[in-house]
């Protein structure tokens, strides 16, 4: 069956957003969401086929394809057997390396949304009882809520056919076409334009921390990535959360407003504005959708005088909770149009912290009945839509934070600089609250040394 057989629905301002992106920049998965588990113990390859076969025929975005003609189009096809690329290490000499080479190369090639489906799977065995499992998705129909999704319910599913039954997965309500229907109706009607003029008054206002050069260009390709990982340690998020509690907010904005003081330590800047990525799942209908829902929004704040780490809590809780409550409104609208080269400010330096699914902790808690599961870290190398980015990732019992950076537009150095700023404000936060903060403590080569 072919895209012309299917009926044609449009797009959503998100993934023409997304499409947009991708056609300017070339090259390196820009747009691959991936997911990597190592999986150890007796694997069944046929029920593992079987439980991705029921994954796409429960989420319509995962066997929808794209076709271009005026404007992008969608269709959704019936359910079909996945694809698995199979690959057996075990005869070569050091079987980890040759994966590691196999999968970077899947991770560093765009997946052809307009000829293909949206996604790849590949199987590769390292060991005896040792398989890795990497699904590579396409950006225009996951985000990280929707990739959580696919890993608890592709565990399920896994385990279901393997015999073992636990409570039913949850209904999925409305799929993505659903979605994409009621925005087009609401952005018809009179509420968005209450929210385009409060984001177009925050992009107006917004002065968007510079801690490196910019580029004329907004939308050119950037540098692969690279990563400077830390982990937020149990106790630690206790820690946040106790604070938390205390200030009447939630682990986001506090973990926000430190992003936030680690930049007005690296830059001084006193008026603050960076991007946000927020899962945009106000609607409980799409609780249990697969597709792209997440959306950039602005957080600004003022840093007042004498400004010590606590007093970044409050200011950044408003702001929070007024953008919860414009969340919804396209940023693309703001991203191309009369505002293009403020609104793409957004994206050069973000943060972003992974909300998770209801029951679903974090990825680590997916279950493969029979085998025990690990999941590996993103790669050096993959392409990134951002010049720099704080993503902070629930995982058992603590947080892995990670700073993703343009390689080329930033260097190791000062990144690492930078992680060690966040989690000595942290430690600051819960420890020493009222204690000023010094500036500036990390300063970027380009606007001189470090102190």
Known sequence: MTVEDLDLSLVSDGQRLLRFIENRREGSGVMNVPVTYVLRG??????????????????????????????????????????????????????????????????????PVLS??????????????????????????TDAWSNMLICRDLGYLYSREIGHVGADLPPVQWQFRDYVRWEEERLAGPAAIEHERYWIDRLDQASF???????????????????????????????????ATENRTTLFV?????????????????ELAFGSIFANRGRPEVASTVGFFANMVVLDLAVPESATTLDFVEPMRQTVLQALGHQQYPYRRLAIGDRTSRSQRASEVVFHMLAAPPKVDSPEHVSFAGLEIEQLRIPDGMGTRFDLELLLLPRRDCLDGVFRYSHGRYDAHYVERLSTTYLGLLDALVTHPNQQIPVPIAQHPEQGAMT
């Open 42 to 111: 007796e694997l069944d390859v046929s029920a593992l086929q079987r439980a991705l076969d029921s994954l796409v025929a429960r989420h319509e975005s995962l066997r929808t394809r794209f076709v271009r003609r005026e404007r992008l189009y969608q269709a959704v096809h019936p359910p079909f057997g996945v694809p698995i690329v199979v690959s057996d290490l075990t005869d070569r000499a050091d079987p980890w390396a040759e994966a590691y080479t196999l999968l970077a190369q899947r991770l560093l090639t765009n997946i």
């Open 116 to 141: 293909d489906w949206p996604f790849t799977v590949d199987l590769v065995r390292t060991g005896g009882n040792e398989h890795i499992l990497l699904l590579n998705v396409h950006h225009l129909v």
């Open 209 to 243: 921390v510079g801690l490196a050069a910019p580029q004329d260009d907004q939308f050119a390709s950037r540098p692969p990535s690279k990563n400077v990982w830390f982990t937020i340690t149990g106790e630690q998020v206790a820690q946040l959360r106790g604070v």
């Open 254 to 270: 506090v973990a926000s407003a430190l992003f936030a003081a680690t930049l007005y330590a690296a830059s001084g800047q006193r």
